[in-house]
């Protein structure tokens, strides 16, 4: 079992799309959705822009259930509310099940509604016991600046058990609107 952090940019509902029961990141993150495996975990960090400056916040974190290819993605039925209907506004304009859209990579990380908590604008602050989720990316810098850019999956056994077992006290499902959309 492996820990994947990373540090979102932007949070829109897009990547990852907590929307129709089902946590999926089918876009951003092509290296992550290509060597997670069922069984791992995926936390995404608030970066600066979204956390305005403050502490550092989780936005999501879901252990992935299934893991299939884009082509699998559009043509599993439970996944045609995934499809962006731009016609329609809100959340399913923001559709990532779009078979025509490549942001690199090959592959759609699912996670089922038991196994993800998506807080969005309502971010979870981070747990003293699970600031290693920080500290791994102030230790490669770029230049004299923290590298924020990428996955970290260099967590120790006994890290990701912390993580794990603070996860699973973690309510679950889609608790709050994604950031960027939030008022």
């Known amino acids: 079992m492996t820990l994947f952090a990373y540090v979102?940019?932007?949070?829109?509902?897009?990547?990852?799309?907590?929307?129709?029961?089902?946590?999926?990141?089918?876009?951003?993150?092509?290296?992550?959705?290509?060597?997670?495996?069922?069984g791992d975990y995926?936390?995404?960090?608030?970066?600066?822009?979204?956390r305005k400056g403050g502490d550092w916040r989780i936005i999501y974190a879901m252990q992935v259930t299934d893991k299939m290819t884009f082509d699998e993605y559009w043509n599993d039925s439970r996944f045609l509310a995934k499809r962006p209907d731009k016609s329609a506004g809100g959340k399913e304009a923001m559709g990532d099940n779009d078979i025509d859209l490549d942001t690199g990579g090959k592959y759609a990380l699912i996670s089922d509604a038991e196994r993800f908590t998506y807080w969005g604008s309502k971010t979870c602050p981070i747990p003293e016991p699970l600031g290693f989720l920080v500290s791994?990316?102030?230790?490669?810098?770029?230049?004299?600046?923290?590298?924020?850019?990428?996955?970290?999956?260099?967590?120790?056994?006994?890290e990701v058990q912390a993580f794990v077992e603070w996860f699973a006290e973690q309510e679950k499902g889609r608790l709050g609107e994604p950031t960027d959309s939030a008022a």
């Open 136 to 158: 791994v990316f102030h230790r490669e810098t770029r230049g004299n600046k923290p590298n924020f850019r990428g996955h970290r999956r260099k967590f120790s056994e006994e």
């Open 42 to 50: 995926v936390v995404g960090l608030a970066g600066e822009s979204l």
């Open 8 to 38: 979102m940019t932007d949070d829109d509902g897009f990547a990852p799309n907590p929307f129709h029961g089902v946590c999926t990141l089918a876009r951003c993150m092509p290296v992550t959705r290509s060597v997670a495996q069922v």
